[in-house]
């Protein structure tokens, strides 16, 4: 069983960058040229890319768009992207210019519908992003915090037919404060939908703890991790990583 290392690329005006839980105010520029970054990550042995436009995230549009057009003429890996998708249109949209799968967030709390109607158009590539913070869903570029549990909002949904659902515990993103492998398996025993972890990851010893934990599961209900900051401050190399996610 091999998990799939999705390193992330976040956008915020144009550059590669790392928040600290979300915060915009608290970024750190890792790459002012995303393209690069991407190349970069494939060249290393990556298969997949977590894409995210998070000034889109917090205007409900795609604000980085070229940016992500960038990403997706140097890489010829999968890359799944987020940020600012409201509508069929912009989901049809980035499919059709080589996104392999488009992640919806808030959408899927605001307008459930819209998830299950791009489930139908779009069969296999539809993911959700479901961002808990204390164990609530965030939504709108996680200023907001809704009444609505995480583990509550990813069954309401994962009969739709999404292909993944991402779990991020916005306490540990960027933090480096390990992931919360306790909650993304306890989520992922409840789910048929296929969970990826993220949020938190400070070393190899998280993906190696992931990795066994998945092997308690039943095969495929742990797709993959979002890596970010670990892999940006050299804590964690891509070698490393897939390694440690290869049983």
Known sequence: MTLTLYPAID????????LRRGAMDEATIYAANPAQQARDFQEAGCRALHVVDLNGAFAGQAVNGGAVDAILAAARVAVQLGGGIRDMAG?????????ARVILGSAAVKNPALVREACRAFPGRIAVGIDAR???VATEGWAETSTLSAEALALRIEDAGVAAIIFTDIARDGMLAGLNIAA?????ARLAVPVIASGGVAGVGDLTALAAAARGLRRGQIE???????????????ADALAALTA
């Not at 956008?11 to 790392?18: I, P, T, Y």
């Not at 401050?233 to 891509?238: A, F, K, N």
């Open 11 to 18: 956008l915020k005006d144009g550059a590669c960058v790392r």
């Open 184 to 188: 993304t398996t306890a989520l992922a």
């Open 91 to 99: 989901i049809a949209r980035w499919l059709e210019r080589g996104v």
């Open 134 to 136: 204390a164990g609530m």
């Open 224 to 238: 993959g991790v979002i890596v970010g900051r670990a892999l940006y401050d050299g804590r964690l190399s891509v």
